[in-house]
Each structure stands twice: as C-alpha cells, then as structure tokens.
C-alpha cells in the first residue's frame, strides 16, 4: 500500500466557517472526517500541517525552503506528497519546488480550491481526492505538478487565469499530464521518467531579483 504524505499550507482549500460565520482555517487533523472518501483510496495517509498557515499571496522564498525540507525529511518514508496550498501564488510555489527538487523520482502534487472544503458546493473534495489518487496510483508521475479541476499539469508550466471558475488553472505551453474523467487518462509521452539518482534539495535562493514590465522597458528605451 503506498503512503502518501499531505502537506497543509493554508490557502481557501482548508478554510471553513466558525459558529459566528468567520472563516478560519479548520483543524487539519480532521481532515478524514471532513472528506471520508480519503479512508478508501487504497492508501495510507500521514499528514503535515504548517505551525503558520497562510494566504498564498504572502509566500516567501523562506517558504518555499521549508516546504522542500519537509519533503527532503520525508522523502524516503513517502510514496508521493499532495501539497494543499492557495491558488493565487500556486504556480510560483510549483515552479520554485520543481526546481529546487532535482532528481525527483515520486510526484509532488499541489492542489487548492477555489471554494472552502466546508462549502456546500466546494470544489475542494474532488481536487484533493483526486490529486491523493493520482499521487498514489499505478502510473508514476514523478513530477512537481498541479492538480486542479480535472486536469493535472506539469507545476512550472501552468498558471492560474481564472479566479471565478473552478476551472482556474491552465498550461498553455504544455498539454496535461493527465485529464481526469470517468478514468484517469495519463499523457505517457510526456511524463518524465523518475530519477535514479539521489535527490538533490537546493535551498539557496537568490532574492535579490526583480522583474520589469517588459513592455516598460521598451517604452523607456524608446
Ligand atoms: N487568496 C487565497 C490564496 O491564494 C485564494 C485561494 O486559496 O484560492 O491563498
């Protein structure tokens, strides 16, 4: 049976309503009563919740540093990782991890939700259902990638450009690594294949980057 490890890091997907109708983020511990379809996914689920849970707008390269150390710690006990994040700044985290994990050889799966997992109508449920069964599945994806709204993209590809749909992610440099339907269908061809060497976690980051408009620059080389 593979074991998948849950990383909570904040963001819509964790949050629910308390008795004076705030939203708070809810206790993560619990997240098998919550979603009880977890318990018949054929896999064993450990959990990891950040001592600060956070919006994703406030995401900081420290962040990122400390999210690949947990799964540096965790690496060789796990089978795969489902990382619940914010959407807003989802695909910069995705990109950051996929290339501070080199010769990953087990998938990395971010997903989020535009509505609270509490919400009647939430799209939570299906999206960390789905990214537990893909990273727990038959086909190997060992990739940084983000699940979202029935299709799984590779992480430093994608973007997120709706933020009223439950469709919010899209990739459009690069097909999806999967579409998720009636069955999971994988795009074999271009999944990477895993590593064989040993993972290498780099936690040196250069801050001191900015980026211009481009299209600024233009106008003021005139
Ligand atoms: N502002 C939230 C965040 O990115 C939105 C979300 O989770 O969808 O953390």
């Known amino acids: 049976m593979k074991?998948?490890?849950?990383?909570?890091?904040?963001?819509?997907?964790?949050?629910?309503?308390?008795?004076?109708?705030?939203l708070v983020p809810f206790d993560f511990g619990k997240v098998n009563e919550q979603v009880p379809e977890l318990n018949n996914l054929g896999c064993k689920l450990k959990h990891h919740a950040f001592a600060k849970?956070?919006?994703?707008?406030?995401?900081?390269?420290?962040?990122?540093?400390?999210?690949?150390?947990v799964i540096e710690k965790n690496y060789s006990k796990f089978d795969g990782f489902?990382?619940?994040?914010?959407?807003?700044?989802m695909s910069y985290s995705?990109?950051?991890?996929?290339?501070?994990l080199e010769n990953l050889a087990k998938p990395v799966i971010f997903t989020g939700s535009q509505l609270p997992l509490?919400?009647?109508r939430t799209d939570a449920k299906r999206n960390l259902i789905s990214a537990v069964e893909i990273a727990a599945?038959?086909?190997?994806?060992?990739?940084?990638?983000?699940?979202?709204?029935?299709?799984?993209?590779?992480?430093?590809?994608?973007?997120?450009?709706?933020?009223?749909?439950?469709?919010?992610?899209?990739?459009?440099?690069c097909a999806p690594l999967a579409n998720v339907g009636v069955n999971v269908d994988y795009n074999h061809d271009i999944i990477a294949k895993p590593s064989k060497k040993k993972l290498i976690?780099?936690?040196?980051?250069?801050?001191?980057?900015?980026?211009?408009?481009?299209?600024?620059?233009?106008l003021m080389l005139g």
């Open 82 to 89: 489902v990382i619940l994040h914010g959407t807003d700044t």
């Open 201 to 218: 976690v780099h936690t040196k980051l250069e801050t001191a980057l900015g980026c211009s408009d481009f299209s600024q620059v233009l």
């Open 3 to 22: 074991k998948i490890l849950i990383i909570y890091t904040g963001g819509t997907i964790g949050m629910q309503h308390d008795k004076k109708g705030s």
């Open 118 to 120: 509490g919400a009647i």
């Open 94 to 100: 995705a990109s950051a991890l996929s290339f501070m």
């Open 137 to 173: 599945g038959k086909v190997l994806v060992p990739e940084v990638c983000i699940y979202f709204s029935h299709r799984l993209f590779r992480g430093n590809r994608s973007e997120k450009f709706n933020s009223a749909m439950f469709e919010a992610f899209q990739s459009p440099n």
């Open 53 to 69: 849970l956070i919006d994703s707008s406030n995401v900081t390269p420290a962040f990122w540093v400390e999210l690949a150390q």
